[in-house]
């Protein structure tokens, strides 16, 4: 496959993460936040927990879902494993609703990987941004496990596919920025916030930037050099990608609307290519 259309599913910083949030979860309860937390069984929780979310409080709702996360199984579980990923997300990417207009409105390019990347990135804090990436793409992979990816939406299996390789992509910018020392890339002569922003951005002249990561010539893969040598990082980014394709697998049984079996196919083989070619690692298959 192409490389920018690995990297357009990648990071078109999610467009149905907002929808579904936005149209997909439980109706607000506007009381909810005047009842004594400690007196409010999980729904009423979950309904504040949205309440605060609807009103930019993240932390406040990140409270209310872990607390029904503490005392709850099943659909509940997982339902608050999703809201508080939304919050995650929600708090390290305060422009992400204004990037989600511009890409429906067509004001921005779905292809333009740096743009994106640059608009959704408040201050260019990409710290912050990879961290919370990370952190929604843990919640999403539990409420997967909890559910069974049979049993869980589409538009959610989409959402933890494109939170796990965000966060798949945080681990590996963050190994290349501190890794890579030399002028003018050596944090002297450009921040740490620019030399992240030149290795997310397909189109940069830093020499190891994303479109690089799924070269077959080692020398040249940033994956390679600046990740595989480091098996904590490597397990880490890993353990990302296979979350991320098997929500793809799952994806397969109903794609969702606007996506075909081949565009998923096109999605793992890109997965696989980090795996192979940046990681040295072929659990997940050969690239074709």
């Not at 990037?99 to 067509?106: A, F, T």
């Not at 390789?165 to 921040?191: C, E, H, L």
């Not at 996506?259 to 096109?266: A, G, K, L, W």
Request: aromatic share 10%.
């Amino acid at each position: 496959m192409k490389k920018s259309t690995f990297i357009k599913y990648t990071f078109i910083v999610t467009t149905l993460i907002l929808l579904t949030f936005l149209f997909g979860c439980k109706p607000i309860n506007i009381f909810s936040p005047l009842v004594d937390p400690s007196k409010m069984g999980n729904e009423a929780k979950l309904d504040a927990g949205y309440n605060a979310l609807e009103s930019g409080n993240y932390d406040e709702a990140i409270d209310y879902f872990t607390s029904v996360i503490n005392s709850s199984s099943g659909e509940e579980k997982a339902e608050a494993y999703i809201g508080r990923a939304s919050a995650y997300l929600e708090s390290s990417a305060p422009n992400l609703d204004d990037v989600v207009d511009d890409l429906i409105s067509g004001n921005l390019d779905s292809s333009s990987t740096g743009d994106i990347i640059d608009q959704v990135v408040g201050d260019n804090e990409y710290d912050d941004f990879f961290e919370g990436a990370q952190n929604a793409a843990d919640d999403y992979n539990n409420a997967v496990d909890e559910l069974g990816a049979s049993n869980v939406d589409p538009g959610i299996l989409l959402e933890t596919y494109q939170a796990n390789m965000m966060a798949a992509t945080g681990v590996g910018a963050q190994k290349i920025v501190i890794g890579y020392n030399v002028s003018p890339w050596d944090g002297v002569t450009k921040t740490l916030n620019e030399e992240y922003d030149a290795v997310v951005d397909s189109s940069s002249t830093h020499p190891y930037n994303i479109s690089t990561w799924s070269d077959s010539n080692s020398a040249n893969n940033g994956l390679y050099q600046y990740v595989k040598p480091d098996a904590t990082a490597t397990a880490e980014m890993m353990g990302y990608l296979e979350n991320a394709f098997e929500a793809c697998e799952a994806l397969k049984n109903d794609p969702p609307q606007g996506m075909t079996v081949d565009s998923i196919n096109d999605m793992e083989n890109g997965i696989k290519e980090w795996a192979y070619y940046g990681l040295g690692n072929g659990d997940l298959g050969i690239p074709q």
